[in-house]
């Protein structure tokens, strides 16, 4: 089973309660996620997935909780991140990994549906993490 860390990058300022989501070149819109290394613990994967893929800096990463249900022969770690600086309404990042695509980030309202585009994953992803914070 692939043990997978995703960050949830809350916004600083809690109304509404937004999470950071992506735009991927070629794969779509999607919540920064990525896999976690034999013994990495699962907030720390997080916290590096975070700023790998979004720029952004957490100052502590909090374990939330883990689900099977979001992605096949997967388990999802779902950890809170507390930001660091100041944010921005949307930037580009440059991943350095993934062949070095320039991703492009936004809020996503917590309190509204997930913005279509989204593959099953993230949209099973999204509900975990609104019915969890």
């Not at 995703?6 to 919540?31: M, N, S």
């Not at 096949?72 to 695509?101: K, Y």
Request: hydrophobic share 40%; proline share 7%; aromatic share 10%.
């Amino acid at each position: 089973m692939r043990e997978v860390a995703c960050p949830v990058a809350l916004h600083l300022d809690g109304v509404p309660r937004r999470i950071a989501g992506f735009e991927h070149p070629q794969a779509g819109l999607q919540l920064v996620k990525g896999g976690i290394k034999p013994g990495e613990r699962p907030e720390l994967a997080a916290a590096r997935e975070l700023y790998e893929e979004s720029g952004l800096e957490t100052r502590a990463a909090i374990h939330l909780g883990q689900s099977t249900e979001i992605a096949a022969d997967s388990r999802w770690h779902f950890s809170l991140c507390r930001l660091a600086g100041p944010l921005r309404e949307q930037w580009q990042h440059r991943c350095a990994d993934d062949g070095g695509h320039l991703f492009r980030f936004f809020w996503i309202a917590l309190d509204a549906p997930l913005p279509k585009g989204f593959a099953t994953p993230f949209q099973r992803a999204f509900d975990w993490i609104r019915g969890s914070l």
